[in-house]
């Protein structure tokens, strides 16, 4: 009981509020934690004026347990187990740990912990932590989207994380986070560690290891303004966000830099349940930055038709619109087109040539809730081609 009646914007007593209630049921929606959410409005027993209100709520499983294994020619069998409870004894508190093990490399210590506790406070803030160290193959691919190097690599570190609500929409999010990236094994492609000892290269060819990969200590703020009506699947309103990040300059760290990141999420309601969803994104970074810190487009989250993480810089724009539309239960279909790009700041990779052009697609798609959570399914033709994305995870 305590963890639904913290979420509403009534108390006993209050005189009686529509949006108000109409809020309070948003924001036990908005938990993850039930199936349907209903509201009866009833009169009272003493004061036919008095109104009881009676909130009918239907459980959903918020425990998931994840068994696999995967077969690649350089990891070999990767056995995968996972558990995520998003209600934990029915506190509310998230956590969720995923690991990796077997295979040819060291993928025994690919794992991630993450925790949080949403309600520090009556106000609402949290504070939640990750702590993670893994280990995957990885291509790099050039502005053509060409691959140019297949390697392992691996990331390790934490992040704690502090949330502070502003008002019943408005929110600040601070981060702190060290990680460091190393260059763990050559598979294709470019051999970045032959170019240390191969004098006759230029500089930024030598030390690419060192101008990329390495220790990272930041802190990110985030502002937010969310007020959508569900966050999972929503019909109207807006999620707009301003995000900065700063690495190094006085943190330690191999890298000193500044990054910014604005982005806006807008949703229209069409007919009963049609939806437009859109999403416009730009953003901006100086400094000393490795490549993976660089801005990023391609891939299943943003510019869809195009190799994963295709195109990067320090400098960044992207704009999608989706129509969605029911199709079954738990199935919805998706018309959507994509644009935009990144460039800049790419000195110290040698074989990635920025572009300034604008890129574009279209597909199809369908979203489908399973037990083990949302499935996206995207078919688009870029620029290029066509190009199938399977993804896990939820919607803008």
């Known amino acids: ?68 294994a995967g077969y690649s020619d350089s990891d070999g069998l990767v056995g995968i187990l996972g558990l995520a409870e998003t209600n934990l004894r029915g506190t509310g508190d998230k956590a969720n740990i995923s690991w990796e093990f077997g295979g040819n490399t060291d993928t025994n210590k690919n794992y991630i912990f993450s ?29 053509k989207g060409d691959s140019k190097a297949e390697y392992d690599r691996r990331t390790n570190g934490f992040n704690i994380t502090y949330g502070r609500v502003r008002s019943e929409y408005v929110s600040d999010y601070v981060t702190l986070e060290t990680k460091r990236t190393k260059y763990t094994d050559y598979d294709s492609g470019y051999n970045y560690r032959e170019w240390q000892n191969d004098p006759s290269l230029p500089s930024k060819y030598r030390n690419y290891l060192d101008n990329n990969f ?42 000193d830099y500044f ?11 069409v007919g009963r349940a049609h939806v437009i969803a859109v999403r416009l994104m730009g ?32 400098k960044m724009y992207e704009a999608t619109v989706e129509y969605r539309y029911p199709i079954a239960k738990k199935i919805q279909g998706v018309v959507f087109t994509d644009l935009g790009n990144a460039w800049g700041g790419v000195e110290n990779i040698p074989w990635y040539h920025e572009n300034n052009k604008l890129h574009y697609s279209g597909g199809l798609g369908f979203r489908i809730t399973t037990p083990i959570g949302p499935i996206r399914l995207d078919y688009a033709v870029g620029q290029d081609g066509g190009k199938f994305h399977f993804s896990f995870g939820g919607k803008f």
């Open 115 to 143: 925790y949080t506790h949403p309600y520090l406070n009556d106000a609402g803030d949290s504070i939640g932590f990750s702590i993670f160290d893994r280990e995957s193959e990885y291509d790099d691919y050039d502005e």
């Open 259 to 269: 990054k910014f990141i604005a982005e806006n999420r807008l949703y229209y309601k």
């Open 1 to 68: 009981n305590k963890v639904i009646m913290r979420e509403l914007r009534m108390k006993k007593g209050d005189i009686f509020n529509k949006n108000a209630a109409s809020r309070s049921i948003q924001r036990v929606y908005n938990t993850g934690y039930f199936e349907d959410v209903n509201v009866r409005l009833l009169p009272g027993q003493r004061n036919p004026k008095d109104v009881i209100v009676e909130i009918d709520v239907t459980e959903q499983k918020t425990g998931s347990i994840t068994i696999g």
């Open 283 to 314: 953003g901006i970074a100086t400094g000393d930055m490795p490549y993976n810190d660089l801005f990023t487009l391609g891939g299943a989250d943003n510019l869809r038709g195009y190799e994963d993480d295709e195109f990067r810089g320090n």
């Open 214 to 255: 390495g220790r990272t200590n930041s802190m990110t703020w985030s502002h937010v303004f969310d007020n959508r009506d569900n966050v999972y699947d929503p019909t109207k309103g807006k999620r707009l966000s301003f995000t900065g990040t700063w690495a190094g300059h006085g943190m330690g760290g191999d890298f």
